[in-house]
């Protein structure tokens, strides 16, 4: 089992940028596909990026040429590069496994607020 603790949110004008960590213990995390999810008030979890073990990367097409999610297997840990946020980028940022239905738990998340 996963344990994810996720960190680096907070408020920002839009246009700026942040960078999420997730920092993961386990034995399985280096040969896992991880993934920053988030949620929006009043909506679904969603997946954002995803990262295999290799380190090819999937976007999601909302924020694609904007976002970019990394990992070092060595530090266990995943990020997620966010520039030229939007409001709409606005939720709580979750990492976990992907897929999400491959997941056993879930961490505190970390709050993103895009906002003038």
């Known amino acids: 089992q996963v344990q994810l603790v996720e960190s680096g949110g907070g408020l920002v004008q839009p246009g700026g940028s942040l960078r999420l960590s997730c920092a993961a213990s386990?034995?399985?995390?280096?040969?896992?596909?991880m993934a920053w999810y988030r949620q929006a008030p009043g909506k679904q979890r969603e997946w954002v990026a995803f990262?295999?073990?290799?380190?090819?990367?999937t976007n999601r097409d909302s924020v694609e040429g904007r976002f970019t999610i990394s990992r070092d297997n060595a530090k266990n840990t995943v990020y997620l590069q966010m520039n030229n946020l939007k409001p709409e980028d606005t939720g709580v940022y979750y990492c976990?496994?992907?897929?999400?239905?491959?997941?056993?738990?879930w961490g505190q998340g970390t709050q993103v607020t895009v906002s003038s």
């Open positions: 976990n496994v992907f897929p999400s239905g491959r997941a056993t738990s």
């Open positions: 990262i295999t073990s290799g380190g090819v990367t």
């Open positions: 386990g034995s399985i995390f280096s040969i896992s596909i």
